[in-house]
């Protein structure tokens, strides 16, 4: 089986401490269409989630530190030491 994937994501997000403000997902794999955008309110830990294709909005809480698929892989890119972490060693950012 082979279809086409045409899919985007988006992160905003604050430069300094990498908390993501608005996260969208346009996503299209053949059949499967989804386009949901979330806008993040850290000073309450909510958000509102909105299904472009259903039509719905959702309220979400969430917990601190959360991070998008996005600002996840800058987060680590700008935060994580490659050097200094061993083989097994847990890393915890919260």
């Known amino acids: 089986m082979v279809f086409k994937v045409d899919d985007y994501f988006d992160s905003y997000f604050e430069k300094d401490i990498v908390r993501p403000i ?34 719905t909005k959702t309220e979400i809480d969430f917990a601190p530190n959360l991070q998008d698929l996005v600002s996840t892989f800058y987060f680590l890119r700008n935060h994580f030491d490659l050097e200094g972490i061993q083989v097994g060693e847990t890393a915890s950012y919260i």
Do not use: A, C
């Open 22 to 55: 608005r996260f969208v997902r346009n996503i299209s794999e053949g059949n499967y269409k989804r386009h949901v955008e979330i806008d993040f309110d850290h000073n309450t830990q909510s958000g509102i989630m909105h299904d472009l294709l259903r039509k």
